[in-house]
């Protein structure tokens, strides 16, 4: 079993920055790739962003690519989303979630690559 719990959301005005933290229990945090999905009302669950259990492959979506970074320590079980230049329809639930086999980069390709899902938190940008 893998715990997520993720932190950081809020509200801030469009081209602010924002960073989300998730931090992980219950396993090896070296043993699992990370990622970052968002899900807006009344849309989709969206792929933000994957990356690999040593941290040397990232991953992005097209409309995060270029403002958003994603990045873990693991001497703190936790993975960051570094979010700049924040745009209105950045604005969503953003979900923290892990993927115990197979490769980071399948998180934003496959449906249901994540085993793993913390409970969300919002972001809200305003224009």
């Known amino acids: 079993q893998v715990q997520l719990v993720e932190s950081g959301g809020g509200s801030v005005q469009a081209g602010g920055s924002l960073r989300l933290s998730c931090a992980a229990s219950?396993?090896?945090?070296?043993?699992?790739?990370m990622g970052w999905f968002r899900q807006a009302p009344g849309k989709e669950r969206e792929f933000v962003a994957a990356?690999?259990?040593?941290?040397?492959?990232?991953y992005y979506g097209d409309s995060v690519n270029g403002r958003f970074t994603i990045f873990r320590d693991g001497a703190k079980n936790t993975v960051y989303l570094q979010m700049n230049s924040l745009k209105p329809e950045d604005t969503a639930v953003y979900y923290c979630a892990a993927r115990i086999s197979g490769q980071a980069y399948e998180m934003g390709r496959l449906e249901n690559a994540a085993d793993y899902w913390g409970k969300g938190t919002l972001v809200t940008v305003s224009s």
């Open positions: 990356i690999s259990r040593a941290g040397s492959y990232t």
């Open positions: 219950g396993r090896t945090f070296s043993s699992y790739a």
